[in-house]
């Protein structure tokens, strides 16, 4: 393999484990993000519980309510954000390892192709040998 391929291989390699790396970060927000909305849903279903066994929380629901429309909205904003990020960055991973993929396959052609080169050249060698042999002798 050649020193350029190498060189090429070697820095896709590197981009493809950054784009790793960025991508199970933004994975873990999301699944940070969900947890809150998860979270949320819990604490207002517990509110309502609550709602319903005492009288004095009932009056008090509706605006704990409005409260947390509006905490859920921002939470389920951030879960939105955050798979846009990671759709981005899945694709970007996905072209880093198409751009390795090409690399490696020139790289694997290209000594391919020596190989093929250095055995024709054995071969006219060893013809030529034969023909010498044949005509000296």
Known sequence: M????QSLIRISN?????????????????????MRVAVLDAEVEIERQNARMDPASGMILQAYLKGWALKRADAEGVVAAVSAEEEGARDALTS???????????????RLNKLIAAAKRET???DEMGLRRRAGG
Do not use: D, G, I, S
């Open 124 to 126: 006219a060698a060893f």
């Open 96 to 110: 880093a390892f198409e751009e390795l993929k090409k690399f490696e396959h020139v790289a694997e052609t290209t």
């Open 14 to 34: 590197y981009e493809v484990e950054t784009l790793q790396k960025r991508l199970a970060e933004v994975a873990a927000r999301k699944a940070e993000a969900e």
């Open 2 to 5: 050649t020193a350029w391929a």
